[in-house]
């Protein structure tokens, strides 16, 4: 329901629209600040008070989940997997859809089709084949044994994202910029991106969150700390043997804040990303 609607509607409607996003954002809410002032409270305090405000809140448990749990290391890692595979999906993902849409080929129907297909894809399906390739081709325990697979996984909803917005731009701009003899590469590089700011930026969130939240790739492809990422890093204060909630919530907000914070950043142009076609027909 958009705002100019909401206003139109008769004064119950707004009420029950207003009261249900009010418990709606309540629901959302509450448990985050509940997780970031819980960080702050001794294991002792979590244990008897688990839902009031810390008596004395401290930093404590961030500096010792940090240096117990080489969260630095982790965190490096995070933004490595995630900015290297979002901007490799972003390019590729871009390049298909033009490729697609502006140069119509014989076996356009059949790559729109695989590219459809890789949707229903799972991870859980195929998970044991893919490890037994990395190990057969060597990058098992490599940054490149996880990255490969995060573009792989995000390329067909990345790709079908671009499709549908390089649709809307007219074939007209790229047959006049042909006939005044440019290249495909210059296509691509100067006209087309240019042009899909908007969903760039779109996709760039999209990809970003997914490949942050990742969590069996990095689990299952490698073993070693040093190449661990910040999602596989929290669980390990969250073992049997391990009551430390004090620990496992600090870590808990370290993960999420990166992610919050980028999607504050972004929010605008995630919604006008959307709001200019960029999963429209």
């Excluded at 117990?68 to 993902?93: D, R």
């Excluded at 808990?252 to 142009?269: D, E, K, N, R, T």
């Amino acid at each position: 329901m958009t705002l100019s609607t909401l206003r139109r509607a008769p004064p119950v409607w707004r009420i029950s629209a207003l009261v249900l996003m009010l418990i709606f954002a309540v629901l959302t809410l509450f448990p985050l600040l509940w997780l970031a002032y819980s960080s702050l409270k001794p294991h002792a305090e979590i244990i008897r008070y688990p839902l009031s405000l810390p008596k004395a809140p401290s930093l404590n448990n961030y500096f010792r989940a940090w240096g117990m749990g080489s969260l630095g290391v982790s965190l490096a890692n995070s933004f490595i997997y995630t900015i290297t595979a979002t901007g490799a999906t972003l390019l590729l993902a871009l390049a298909a859809g033009f490729g697609i849409t502006k140069f119509p080929f014989k076996f356009n129907g059949f790559f729109m089709g695989a590219f459809a297909l890789g949707l229903m894809i799972t991870v859980h399906a195929i998970i044991i084949p893919l490890f037994l390739v990395e190990v057969k081709i060597g990058i098992i325990n490599r940054r490149l044994g996880v990255i490969l697979p995060y573009i792989a996984f995000d390329l067909p909803m990345s790709v079908m994202i671009a499709i549908s917005y390089l649709k809307g731009i007219p074939g007209a701009i790229i047959e006049s910029a042909e006939i005044d003899g440019a290249k495909y590469g210059y296509l691509f590089w100067r006209i087309i991106l240019p042009l899909s700011t908007p969903v760039i930026a779109t996709m760039v969130i999209l990809s970003f969150l997914r490949h942050w939240n990742e969590f069996l790739f990095v689990f299952i492809f490698t073993t070693k700390a040093a190449l661990k990422s910040l999602p596989v890093a929290i669980t390990q204060f969250a073992g049997r043997q391990n009551t430390e909630y004090g620990l496992q919530y600090a870590s808990l907000v370290i993960g999420i804040f990166p992610m919050i914070l980028f999607y504050c950043i972004f929010h605008a142009q995630l919604i006008k990303g959307f709001g200019e076609g960029s999963l429209k027909e």
